[in-house]
């Protein structure tokens, strides 16, 4: 009883500041644009996404949004609906792990008029690392096989790719005030990266001897694998295409947050610790409604 009372008598002076602080909770899902999936939105080999964040009122209309989000992203050639990447029958998975800076613009008062729609924009910084399955089952991370040559000295314009790294982030969504507290969004936030191999594919194949005695056979057998479907194609020459080094990859998440209000928190844990009954209901006086 004693740590509790000592830890309220801490948290209550950094809640009396925290009137426009909002804390956000997401779930919904993740998928990509890319070389491997075939179409631009997409539910289809989409993954479970989940987020926490907060968001700080600088106006009526304004706010500042910081968050951490967790998903992943993946696709398969087989399931896409175009020949020539059937046939292909790549494939990968990776894990995305971002944190992000947002500016967001609600287009109406929500302390007002309770339903709005909003926009954002800002920057993330993301980290993700390819990997595959061989026949067998056996995990291999993509990025130390230089599937297509990258960092190795026969490719010296291939440069090694960074799991780390920037993508503009930007989207929007509808929020509704369920309370004065308590707020729910659906909600579309899309990410530009600066790479083509989120994926592992961007641009051509590469000589399979020169890649054998690089990096082993592993490395050749996950760079084409077409074999594996019964193609009748060979093993693909130096040069040919395998991706589209034009266009960057890009990463999206589709979900409902659930925004609480730091100060109705406040009045809650004041009403628990120092007004007994008095306090519960002032917190439920003045969190439902102020509409």
């Known amino acids: 009883m004693k740590k509790l009372l000592i830890s309220s008598a801490i948290l209550f002076p950094m809640l009396s500041f925290a009137q426009p602080l909002h804390i956000n909770l997401l779930g919904g899902f993740s998928n990509y644009q890319g070389d491997l999936q075939d179409k631009q939105f997409t539910m289809s080999q989409s993954n479970a996404a989940f987020g926490?964040?907060?968001?700080?009122?600088?106006?009526?209309?304004?706010?500042?949004?910081?968050?951490?989000?967790l998903g992943k992203v993946s696709s398969d050639d087989k399931k896409n609906t175009q020949a020539d990447?059937?046939?292909?029958?790549?494939?990968f998975k990776s894990n995305i792990t971002e944190g992000n800076l947002l500016l967001v613009y609600n287009f109406l008062d929500i302390k007002r008029y309770r339903l709005t729609p909003y926009a954002f924009a800002g920057v993330a910084i993301y980290h993700f690392d390819?990997?595959?399955?061989?026949?067998?089952?056996?995990?291999?991370?993509?990025k130390n096989l230089s599937t297509e040559g990258q960092g190795l000295a026969a490719y010296p314009d291939r440069k090694a790719y960074k799991l780390t790294q920037f993508?503009?982030?930007?989207?929007?969504?509808?929020?509704?005030?369920?309370?004065?507290?308590t707020s729910i969004s659906l909600e579309f936030s899309q990410r530009k990266t600066f790479t083509d191999y989120l994926d592992d594919v961007s641009t051509s194949y590469v000589d399979q001897n020169k890649l054998l005695a690089a990096k082993g056979q592993q490395a050749v057998n996950l760079?084409?694998?077409?074999?594996?479907?019964?193609?009748?194609?060979?093993y693909p020459p130096d040069g040919e295409q395998r991706g589209t080094p034009t266009e960057a990859d890009w990463y999206?998440?589709?979900?409902?947050?659930?925004d609480i209000r730091i100060s109705c928190l406040k009045e809650k844990l004041s009403g628990l610790f120092g007004g007994g009954s008095g306090g519960n209901?002032?917190?439920?006086?003045?969190?439902?409604?102020?509409?």
Not at 85 to 91: F, G, H, I, T
Not at 252 to 258: L, P
Not at 281 to 291: E, M
């Open 85 to 91: 990447l059937v046939a292909r029958n790549l494939s």
């Open 252 to 258: 999206y998440f589709v979900g409902i947050t659930a």
């Open 52 to 69: 926490i964040g907060a968001e700080y009122d600088l106006s009526g209309h304004f706010s500042s949004r910081g968050g951490l989000l």
């Open 167 to 181: 993508a503009a982030a930007f989207g929007g969504g509808f929020k509704f005030a369920v309370s004065s507290c």
């Open 281 to 291: 209901s002032r917190f439920y006086k003045r969190c439902p409604t102020v509409y």
């Open 130 to 142: 390819p990997y595959t399955y061989d026949t067998l089952g056996h995990t291999f991370y993509l």
């Open 223 to 234: 760079a084409f694998r077409g074999d594996e479907v019964h193609s009748p194609q060979p």
